[in-house]
Structures are given as structure tokens and as C-alpha cells.
């Protein structure tokens, strides 16, 4: 950091200075040079995240330490090769993710078996991929982003990750209030916000923040917790998160919806699931805030280690009254998308069986899927879409199944990625350490060494060290790369 950016930090930390002292101001300049070390979640719809971690460790020569309040998450204090380079991070076997990021998901209490949960403010979606997974991918998730320009980064994470009981939309978050009113087991609301963090990191450099800035965002943040209020069960829970330190974008937003609502909800003590003493304020800047306040979480990033981070837990303990309209409608038909005949889904499962040997109607099942077509294209769609929001426009819906021809099928790769392990035929291996180079880099492998005839067939390729390597097509003399270019 230089001279001018250091001074113009020590300006901003000033206001500060009634609730940190002047060694925590210098602490805090201290740790601006020294780069936060890498988080990954693994991702536990693909991997045993404890086993896999110890297999990466190993592999590729990573130093590694478990995040104590994700059973997913580990930090990597060294790293030969980087964890953003590898095939398993580019087949979504794990996110890269600060540890502080982690938090706001951590938190929740997963308590029904198939919950309804909002993340209003989702992309780029790493929080939305941690909160499939902490609901096995049972409950379903409407991924919202209010911008547009942010759809793209969503739904190319959550099609990586491979969680199905989901859709993406694009909505202001203050009309979900609006619209689905006590719908809600869970709400994430990861507000945008001004990023005052107070330690940069690749994804939130340092900036500058203005007083009225941060009031301008406030007032979109409280509009945002009240909408998020209003979609929430009675009983359900709700998590207030930002990447900033400022107060008045946690604890103020917080304290405005409490004068809104009076006794409409407790703020649960987030440190009972946060192992480190992280309270909130009760004052700033001669303003008092609601004692409950103390039971968020701040985490001042030189005493925690991790990025700058604020969060709180709240839990909804009788009905808001807020005002209503209804939410936009869209026949689903007019998606091209309708559900697939009874003969011809046995013909598509038998199939699949045949040639990977996986159950597909159990996963339906299972999962609580139907099987839709597009065209000649197969999806597998979420059955709480179909029965509690069957005409909410969405952007993207559950997952490419792959691909329907006079009664031939090719997988999706990202059905290939999310189950491949579970294929006990249609596979083929790659023996060499050169081929798996080739592979990796999106080259086809010449003269693959298989004992299957050559007949155009699509296989689920891996190695030696049985990692899933994507789909390949068995042609003659050749095996033809079918990685998509995203990620290669």
C-alpha cells in the first residue's frame, strides 16, 4: 500500500476511534501489505470433503488448515500449484472463497428437510453453492440478483457446483416482500453494499467511502431487510450480511427495521455457531442501537484474520404487515419446456441405464425431479418449482440433462460432472500422465488405449487416480475432448 493510500486509510479509520483504540488503527494499517491466504469449500454434492481435502493436500503439495466454523472449508497457508489452476476446481469440485464469506451460511440452522430459501442478492454465487449444500441439495433456492449485468457470473457457478433444486432470477429484491408474503424457511441477504471492509482482497479492493454514500446505501439496505422480513415464515430465519464495517450499513439497518417492525423478531446469538468473540455495537457515532445487537457478528479483520466482514442471524416471531402484489407470471409452456411422456422417460431411463449403469429414477426420487424437454434437449426440474411457483419467470432452471436423439442420449456435462462418480459403466480411463495433460489442457487424446469398439459413444473419461475428468466421444482412432471451453 502506498504513503497517500496508507493516510487516506488512517482518515477513514479515524471515525473509529470511540470503539477501537490506537493500536488496533495501527494493527489494522499493518495487515494492509499482507495478502489474505486462499479458502476453498468443497463441494460435498461431488466429494467427501474430508477425504478430498487430504487427497488435494496431497496431489498437489498444498499446506492446508480446517475454517473452525465450516466443515466444508479449509484455508491453504502454502500452495505449490494454485488451487485456481486445477481440473477439480474447474469441474466444480470445490469454490475459492475468503474464510469470511463463509460465515453468513455457516450460521443458519438447518432444521426442515426440504426448506424454501431466498438468497436475494446472490450472485456471483459462491454463498448460493453453500447453501445447496448445507441442504443436500433437498431444499430449493431462488437465486435472485437484481442486475443483470451479474446474471452471466450466476448461473455459470451454480451449473458448475451442479446443484438442480434451484432457479435463478432477476428481480429487485424489495419486491419479494411484496410478492411472497411469510413464503420462506431461510433468507440470505447479502446486501450491496459499500465494501468498507478494511483489508483488500482481489474481489474488494480498498476504496474510499463518503458519509452520504453509505447512507444512500442504507437506505436500499433497509428497504431490502424489510422485503426480506416480510417473504419469511414465522419461525423461519434470516441472515443480514455485508462486506463492510460501516454502522451505518449493519447495525443501523438492523436498528431501523426493529423501529419498523417492533417485536416482529430476536436476533439469535450468532457467536453460539462463530467460534471467535465477534460482538456487534450497541452504539456509534452517538447513536444507540438495540442491546440484541451485540449477538451480531463483526469481524474486524486484524483480530480474526480474514477480510472485514459483518453478519447477523434473526429469527421472525409473528406476522409483518407490509403491502402486497402479485409477482410476474409466465406460462411455462412458453418456455418451449413440457414434460416428457411416460414412454418415453422409461426409454430415457433404461438408457441411461444401460450405458452408465445409473439409477436416473431414483435420483428423481430422490431429489423430488420431473424430466421436462426443450427440443431434443432433457432437464431435470425441480417438483417444488412446478407445485409452489409454477409461473415465476426465471432466467435458468434445475439441470441440462443432456441431450435426446431418435433414441439416442448424450450427457450434459454438467450431469456427468455432478454424478459421474456414481457411473459403473461407460467409462474409460486415461493410463498416462502425458494424455491427462493433453486432456486437461482441451486436446483430444489420439489412440486411447480402450478395448471398446470406436462407436461415436460419449464416456465419462478419468485417470489413474479416479478423478472425474468430463465427457469424451469414443471415435475411431481418436477420443474427442467434449470440455466445454469455459472450462478448459
Known amino acids: 500500500m502506498s504513503l497517500q493510500q496508507s ?16 493500536q488496533d488503527i495501527e494493527e489494522i494499517l499493518a495487515i494492509q501489505d499482507q495478502p489474505l491466504s486462499p479458502g476453498i469449500r468443497l463441494n460435498q454434492l461431488k466429494v467427501d470433503p474430508q477425504e478430498e481435502i487430504e487427497r488435494l493436500a496431497e496431489f498437489y503439495n498444498w499446506k492446508v488448515q480446517p475454517i473452525p466454523f465450516c466443515e466444508q472449508g479449509w484455508t491453504i497457508l ?5 488451487p485456481g489452476t486445477t481440473i477439480e476446481h474447474r469441474m466444480g469440485q470445490y469454490y475459492l ?4 464469506s463463509m460465515v453468513p451460511v455457516s450460521i443458519f440452522e438447518f432444521r426442515e428437510s426440504h426448506p424454501l430459501i431466498l438468497d436475494m442478492a446472490a450472485s456471483p454465487g459462491g454463498k448460493t453453492t453453500h447453501l445447496i449444500d448445507r441442504s443436500g441439495d433437498h431444499g430449493f433456492i431462488i437465486a435472485n440478483d437484481s442486475s443483470k449485468g451479474r446474471i452471466p457470473a450466476l448461473r455459470s457457478v451454480l451449473t458448475n457446483w451442479g446443484g438442480i433444486n434451484r432457479i435463478i432470477t432477476q428481480y429487485p429484491g424489495e419486491l419479494f416482500g411484496e410478492w411472497f408474503p411469510e413464503t420462506f424457511d431461510m433468507i440470505l441477504l447479502d446486501a450491496p453494499c459499500s465494501m468498507e471492509n478494511l483489508r483488500p482482497t482481489p474481489s474488494h479492493p480498498l476504496r474510499e467511502t463518503t458519509a452520504d454514500e453509505r447512507l444512500r446505501l442504507q437506505e436500499r439496505q433497509v428497504q431490502l431487510l424489510m422485503s426480506a422480513l416480510s417473504a419469511l415464515k414465522v419461525g423461519g430465519q434470516l441472515v443480514y450480511a455485508t462486506c463492510s464495517l460501516a454502522p451505518e450499513e449493519d447495525e443501523a439497518v438492523f436498528q431501523k427495521v426493529i423501529d419498523a417492525f417492533p417485536g416482529s423478531f430476536m436476533i439469535q446469538d450468532a457467536a453460539l455457531k462463530f467460534p471467535y468473540q465477534a460482538p456487534g455495537l450497541t452504539q456509534f457515532g452517538g447513536e444507540k442501537f438495540h442491546p440484541d445487537l451485540a449477538h451480531t457478528l463483526r469481524l474486524w479483520p486484524h483480530l480474526k484474520g480474514m477480510s472485514g466482514f459483518y453478519c447477523g442471524l434473526l429469527v421472525k416471531t409473528k ?13 411455462l409452456e412458453k418456455t418451449d419446456l413440457s414434460p416428457l411422456s411416460a ?3 422409461k426409454d430415457v431411463i433404461d438408457v441411461i441405464l444401460g450405458q452408465y449403469g445409473f439409477q436416473l429414477d431414483v435420483l428423481l426420487n430422490q431429489y423430488h425431479l420431473a424430466l421436462h424437454k426443450r427440443f431434443d434437449q432433457l432437464f431435470l426440474i425441480p417438483e417444488t418449482y412446478l407445485k409452489q411457483f409454477p409461473t415465476l419467470p ?3 432452471i434445475g439441470m441440462q440433462l443432456g441431450q435426446w436423439q431418435n433414441g439416442q442420449f448424450r450427457p450434459s456435462h454438467e450431469f456427468v460432472s455432478r454424478f459421474g462418480h456414481h457411473f459403473t459403466g461407460g467409462k474409460i480411463v486415461l493410463e498416462n500422465d502425458e494424455a491427462v495433460v493433453q486432456w486437461i489442457a482441451g486436446r483430444d487424446i489420439r489412440h486411447p488405449i480402450t478395448d471398446m469398439p470406436a462407436q461415436g459413444q460419449y464416456l465419462l473419461v478419468s485417470d489413474v487416480h479416479n478423478r472425474n475428468l468430463g465427457i469424451g466421444k469414443l471415435l475411431p482412432k481418436r477420443l474427442r475432448n467434449m470440455l466445454p471451453r469455459q472450462s478448459i
Open 343 to 345: 414412454i418415453i422417460q
Open 394 to 396: 426465471f432466467d435458468q
Open 319 to 331: 406476522p409483518t404487515t407490509f403491502r402486497q402484489s402479485e409477482p410476474p407470471a409466465r406460462d
Open 78 to 82: 502454502e500452495a505449490v500449484e494454485s
Open 7 to 22: 493516510q487516506k486509510l488512517r482518515t477513514s479509520l479515524e471515525r473509529f476511534s470511540d470503539i477501537l483504540s490506537d
Open 97 to 100: 472463497q475468503d474464510a469470511a
